[in-house]
């Protein structure tokens, strides 16, 4: 079969062939790294080699990074370890975020976001000013379906000035944008390989020296007792490769963001009813593309695209039988009739131009049969 045009890289970005190579290598590794022989040794040495190298995409020391099963544990881990009294995180959270803040039994308030996507930093301080403390604060770096970049630094900023202790969820940040940890001024930072070429089922918390955690995973006390289990040596060798990989990723976004552009003016001179969600956002992923076709469900719009061999993914989800609206599209102030219209197109190094002019000519079609069938529902009704 046709291999299909790949654009849901948000979802997850295909394996990098070098973070293939070195999975397979590190699986011919037979040791325990806790194993205090010449085996484990070399296993332990595998797994130390991609704590170096996760923890330069982020600038931070080795010793910072705790390994985990990926973005969801590490998120789960920092609101359930954490010392603080209360969570303040935002209303455009990464599920696991929102669920994780809420199953900690701790006290959660959530942050407004302005109609481009951006935490409203006035909202911000007057929740830092009666929640009860110290509270976490745990933002995400850039939003996974409309890709608005947080103001982070200010929001590390304006939290310290009420003892708080800052998280970043940085899954979709990471090889999409440079990430100097200490510049955004957080605690706490979370990481995920398989969304820039690395692994499925590997990420990372990164904390600096003074943040406080308390494990949720106990044991034998791997990761300096701060996750326990045996490490999945295979995937963190391939997550390390990963996120040398990534500083190069970092490089090819300006030729990303011109055919997500062009994407984007040519969806909005057909469609002037179209809507281009955060376009009006002043710092976004440039991967990323959230449009809202009228009078088409999301859901419709991805068949129609799988039809046509090209993968993207909608703001709603269908759980047990039922459209399930996405709450980002919510929370920019969309209705449920157009929240329920998103999709979502996330770029990636192997996209091609030829790749966006097919999505565009599907999409064409699909909007020039939807606006005709609309029509004449329209005149049946009249
Ligand atoms: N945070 C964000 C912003 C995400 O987009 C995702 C995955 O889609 C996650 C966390 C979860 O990461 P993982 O798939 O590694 O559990």
Not at 86 to 112: F, M, N, Q, R, W
Request: aromatic fraction near 4%; hydrophobic fraction near 40%; include cysteine.
């Amino acid at each position: 079969m046709k291999q299909p045009i790949y654009l849901d890289y948000n979802a997850t970005a295909p394996v990098l062939p070098e973070v293939k190579q070195a999975v397979l290598d590190a699986m011919d590794c037979t040791g325990n790294p806790s194993s205090v022989h010449s085996a484990g040794r070399q296993a332990k040495k595998i797994i130390e080699d991609a704590r170096v190298k996760v923890a330069a995409l982020v600038g931070a020391r080795a010793r910072d990074v705790v390994f985990t099963s990926g973005g969801t544990e590490a998120n789960n881990l920092v609101l359930k370890g954490t010392p603080a009294a209360s969570i303040i995180t935002s209303t455009i959270e990464h599920d696991c975020i929102l669920a994780g803040a809420k199953s900690s039994g701790k006290p959660v308030y959530l942050v407004p976001v302005t109609n481009s996507g951006v935490v409203d930093l006035i909202s911000l301080a007057e929740i830092l000013a009666k929640a009860e403390k110290p509270a976490l604060v745990s933002i995400m770096l850039a939003n996974n379906e409309m890709g608005a970049i947080q103001p982070m630094t200010e929001v590390s900023q304006i939290s310290k000035e009420y003892g708080a202790f800052v998280h970043t969820d940085a899954v979709q940040a990471a090889g999409k944008m440079n990430i100097d940890r200490d510049a955004l001024g957080v605690d706490y930072l979370t990481l995920s390989g398989h969304k820039f070429g690395g692994p499925k089922g590997v990420g990372a918390l990164i904390l600096t020296p003074t943040a406080p955690l308390s494990a949720e995973i106990v044991g034998g006390g791997q990761e300096l007792g701060r996750r326990s289990g045996t490490e999945n040596v295979a995937s963190i060798a391939g997550f390390g490769v990963a996120a040398i990989a990534a500083f190069d990723n970092i490089t090819q976004m300006e030729r990303i963001e011109k055919m997500r552009d062009h994407l984007e003016i040519a969806i909005s001179q057909k469609a002037d009813d179209a809507i281009v969600v955060g376009k009006a956002c002043p710092d976004r992923l440039a991967n990323t593309s959230c449009i809202i076709m009228p009078h088409t469900s999301g859901e419709t719009q991805v068949m129609h695209m799988d039809l046509n061999n090209i993968c993207i993914s909608s703001g709603s989800a269908c759980s047990s039988g039922k459209v399930k609206v996405s709450h980002v599209m919510t929370a920019l102030g969309f209705d449920a009739n157009k929240a329920s219209n998103s999709i979502r197109i996330s770029l990636g190094l192997g996209t091609t131009e030829t790749d966006i002019e097919q999505f565009l000519s599907a999409w064409f079609d699909l909007y020039d049969r939807t606006q005709k069938r609309h029509a004449s529902e329209i005149k049946a009704e009249s």
